[in-house]
């Protein structure tokens, strides 16, 4: 099981639950007899349960990342080692949706344009389709449900070499890396999805957040040594 493809794959589900929660909660507007509950805690213990997972301490969402394999045609025997590969990858993007809903939670929908482009992925200029089975065109972002158009990013013309992007990159996440250093120094152990989020909304960054958890990832071992 190639890991583009799990990626890939995964990206279209995180994208596919995003304009699910959405259409729900369009559903309930301007419905007098609606009464939101809020759901910070039960999120927030959610994504404590899954990190436990990323550590190998439970099995949190299995069932459903075995549903979700048979649903892009994966594998999803438990002991089959892509399988295992996949599972540790939907736990991740599982923790990359909770946070967007947290986000929710609080009304704050300033970057999701961003949850719709991953260079990781190879997902690009999404296809938009409506969440529904019929499939009509849709004008509101927030119902996209399908990224199906995959750039080929090798061949791709004046595309600009790895170190100039990389040196690109360095630049803009400059304020980013900064904010990262000093949670990372702080003598407190946040975790990864915490300082990337945290320094994204301070600095303003605009790329993915997966990317930048990396990035923390990165900072976080030089740090160390390793």
């Known amino acids: 099981m190639?890991?583009?493809d799990i990626k890939r794959a995964l990206r279209l589900y995180f994208i596919q639950q995003l304009a699910k929660?959405?259409?729900i909660r369009s559903e309930n507007m301007l419905d007098p007899d609606f009464y939101y509950t809020p759901n910070s805690e039960g999120i927030g213990c959610l994504s404590d349960s899954y990190r436990e997972a990323l550590r190998n301490e439970n099995s949190q969402g299995l069932d459903r990342a075995i549903e979700v394999a048979n649903a892009f045609n994966l594998s999803s025997q438990p002991m089959d080692s892509g399988f295992k590969r996949f599972y540790r990858e939907f736990i991740k993007i599982e923790l990359e949706l909770l946070d967007v809903l947290l986000k929710r939670e609080c009304s704050d929908y300033s970057d999701e344009i961003n949850y719709l482009y991953d260079d990781d992925t190879g997902l690009s200029n999404p296809a938009f389709g409506s969440y529904g089975a019929d499939a009509?065109?849709?004008?509101?972002?927030?119902?996209?449900?399908?990224a199906v158009v995959v750039s080929n990013k090798q061949s791709s013309a004046g595309k600009i070499s790895g170190k100039v992007r990389k040196e690109a990159t360095d630049k803009?996440?400059?304020?980013f890396d900064a904010c990262a250093l000093e949670f990372l120094?702080?003598?407190?152990?946040?975790?990864?999805t915490h300082i990337a989020t945290t320094c994204k909304r301070r600095t303003a960054n605009a790329y993915a957040h997966d990317k930048l958890r990396k990035r923390v990832g990165v900072i976080k071992g030089e740090l160390s040594g390793h």
């Open 2 to 4: 190639d890991i583009t």
């Open 21 to 23: 929660d959405e259409q």
């Open 136 to 146: 009509k065109p849709l004008e509101r972002l927030a119902l996209v449900t399908h």
């Open 172 to 175: 803009e996440c400059r304020d």
């Open 185 to 192: 120094t702080s003598g407190i152990n946040y975790p990864n």
